[in-house]
T-cell receptor, first 111, second 112 residues
């Protein structure tokens, strides 16, 4: 019940394409769903986050879609660029379980 | 504004040696966290401190101890290092559990 399942493990997208990463959770106590971006040799950095009272949040080329009934949320990267090549982690948090991270998706955007 | 600072950046230890990983944040955050990152396993919480003076176990606490020295500093200690503790360790801080966490750049630890 504490797991956050993330897919795919790796993703290759052409420049200008759409990258989609999915996450699913079990515990309905989670009430904060962030996405983090990590470049090699660096720590993860917050990309965008959503709370369960909204179904979608958009910031620039990055959009989170949230489906509370299905207990799923996804990250969409529009017009993907080579500079977006990184590892992406979804997470879910609650007062009891703090942050639970997904296992990560390694994205490569081809020029 | 440094954010979260971790020291050292790299370390090689022999099995059985001890060491302390240091972490400091300058964002006045209440909560601080220690994670380990291993290939294919994401970030796993070792210990966290919800506020100064409190610490709690996370998902993988065995073999580790922590100290919340003050509001700024949160250290992680390996008392008797084992090869299974070879990993990249990240410290993070945040205002509270449902707020963004800010990460340091990690300590890459190898235990031979």
């Amino acid at each position: 019940q504490q797991q956050v399942k993330q897919s795919p493990q790796s993703l290759i997208v052409q420049k200008g394409g759409i990258s989609i990463i999915n996450c699913a959770y079990e515990n309905t106590a989670f009430d904060y769903f962030p996405w983090y971006q990590q470049f090699p040799g660096k720590g993860p950095a917050l990309l965008i986050a959503i709370r369960p009272d909204v179904s979608e949040k958009k910031e620039g080329r990055f959009t989170i879609s949230f489906n509370k009934s299905a207990k799923q949320f996804s990250l969409h990267i529009m017009d993907s660029q080579p500079g977006d090549s990184a590892t992406y982690f979804c997470a879910a948090s609650s007062s009891a379980y703090k942050y639970i991270f997904g296992t990560g998706t390694r994205l490569k955007v081809l020029a | 504004n440094a954010g979260v600072t971790q020291t050292p950046k790299f370390q090689v230890l022999k099995t059985g040696q001890s060491m302390t990983l240091q972490c400091a944040q300058d964002m006045n955050h209440n909560s601080m966290y220690w994670y380990r990152q291993d290939p294919g396993m994401g970030l796993r919480l070792i210990y966290y401190s919800a506020s100064e003076g409190t610490t709690d176990k996370g998902e993988v606490p065995n073999g580790y101890n922590v100290s919340r020295l003050n509001k700024r500093e949160f250290s992680l200690r390996l008392e008797s290092a084992a090869p299974s503790q070879t990993s990249v360790y990240f410290c993070a801080s945040g205002a509270r559990y449902n707020q963004p966490q800010h990460f340091g750049d990690g300590t890459r630890l190898s235990i031979l």
